[in-house]
């Protein structure tokens, strides 16, 4: 089984959505690092994330989610980080670390609210 | 049921440690959420062997997971340096997310997640054994 982490990268209206797909353990987040570089190094104003394939989750991802968001406070103070659509486990290791509110927000576009 | 495997600290082993763990757990019958949770917190362990108890080194990690009654029970040993997870600080987790150093999330996640850590160390070895009861 391949678990390597995949992106697809859409953006509409100003608003990027960065589409992740597979597991963010320690390895996939060395890769989850890499592309949002990639995507910081682009004139964004405003970034999402849809976690709707996203599995797994570790601590090693929630740094660079806290690395995206401090990234994107520098360019402007009130930008918010938005995953969108996350499974109930992830939810639920965004609450217990304190992220969820704090760094991010969590929004679902209807087909996927959770249990 | 019990099932052992010998890894060398490398942290991309961890992709073969998971799959590993994973179908054990499957074998017992565990749920999706389950599986989830032990997997971090065998991770962040795993991890934190290959960084902080061997450091630049290369060493031998050992795994042994078993069942017992309605708990799964994973023990963690290597001959690094002594390295006790169990006491690292949470101290970090309600201070300001922004303040907050980057080390010790991970062990934090393991203690909220597993029902019992217990560290020692014996004969140069850092032995870690985690339990977490099925169906919660």
Redesign the interface.
Known sequence: MDNRLTFDLKTADGLTTLYLIGKIDTLGARIFEKKIKEVLAQDIKNLKFNFKDVEYLSSSGLRIILYTKKEMQKRNPDSELIIEDPQQQIVDVLSMTGFLDEVVEVEYTGKNIPR | MDSSIKLKSK??N??IL??FIESFLQKCGCV??FI??F??SC??IF?NICFYAYKSAEGEISVDICMINDHIKIVFSDSGAKFDPTKFENKN??SK??NRK?GG??I??VK??MDEMKYTRKCDKNILVMTKKIGR
Do not use: A, C, D, M
């Open positions: 942290v991309e961890w992709k998971s799959q999706k959420n989830y949770e997997l971090l991770e962040e991890v987790i309600n997310i922004y980057p999330l991970g934090f996640l909220k997640t």
